[in-house]
């Protein structure tokens, strides 16, 4: 890129501020030639439109990935009409749940991290804007690979994914904040993941034991947990419930994705922490001994939940874990 506003001695910008930030990115958007990859958890009208203004080729590919949490598009910190913009420009527009992730990524080449949404307050098009912060480098090979594998989750929207929560928000205009309405069963459907990776975030820190026995202690893994099991009080914890919120959770599903595509319909202790070690993303990975942990807690709570479709037997003294059609 010729002519930029910051020149520095590293193979990156120092910490910048909302300003230096919206400079630098308006130069880059100038200068791109072939492709875009925005991902931004919150996304609005305003900050797309502002993305779009600066480009100079309008034929340029953009691959847009947001979060569309059921709280930001009711509370409008996300705009749903984004989808329609992008879908007219022949953009693809994607969700990823729970993103909280920033990065702009301009011709696989000139990338932006740091803490700003494209909205008017995170790319600061209004007087009173968020204080941000980032930085800019070039992609290396690395954080290009780390990119396509965080990408992978992604959920492209379709037109009928889009009228279902259209629908959604049209039916809960008066929502209270408190009582966020659940997404319908049918948009949950649509939206699943692809569930080809695991985050350490995805597994139960305590076996069933400590936490249902501790799940009002406010330390950070019991939080983590009663967030995943969406425990909030004392009838929350009947198995009934607890089954319910198990079996949406994402290890559960990625777990029943792999035993179920397995010939033989089971893992053995080893052969199952094998897989978590190679399926998680996390950088650096824990130690295998924290994982045999965490897939202990799982495997405790398959147990106490008793699936009909799942039958763990203890032969040879290791556990074996089978799926029953």
Known sequence: ???????????????????QLQKYFEETLSNCKKEI????????MNGINWLYKNLKDKNIKCRVISRWDRADLLSKVSDIEVYNFCKELGWSFEIIENLHAKFYLMDNKDLISGSLNLTAKGIGLVPISNKEFGNYFEAIDEDLKNINIFLDDA???????????????EDNKNFVLQ??????????KLKEKKLT??????????DPEKLLNNYQINTEDIIHDTSLLN?????????????????????YKWFIKQIKNKDSQSFSFG??????????????????KEIKNLQANFIKFLELLKFENIKIERPNYSKVITYIN
């Not at 002519?3 to 501020?17: A, V």
């Not at 052969?271 to 295998?288: C, G, M, Q, T, V």
């Open 197 to 206: 990776k695991l985050w350490v975030n995805d597994f139960l820190f305590n």
């Open 155 to 169: 959920i492209k929207i379709t037109d009928e994914i889009f009228n279902e929560y259209k629908k959604y928000l």
């Open 37 to 44: 990859i925005i991902c931004s958890a919150f996304i609005t």
């Open 179 to 188: 009582k966020l309405p659940e997404l319908p069963e049918k948009i949950k």
């Open 1 to 19: 890129m010729q002519n930029k506003i910051f020149t520095f001695s590293s193979n990156r910008s120092p910490l910048l501020n909302s300003i």
């Open 271 to 288: 052969e199952l922490s094998a897989l978590i070690h190679n399926s998680l993303f996390d950088d650096p990975k824990p130690y295998r």
């Open 231 to 251: 425990i909030k009080n004392q009838n929350d914890l009947s198995l009934e419930i607890l089954k319910s919120n198990f079996i949406n959770l994402d290890l």
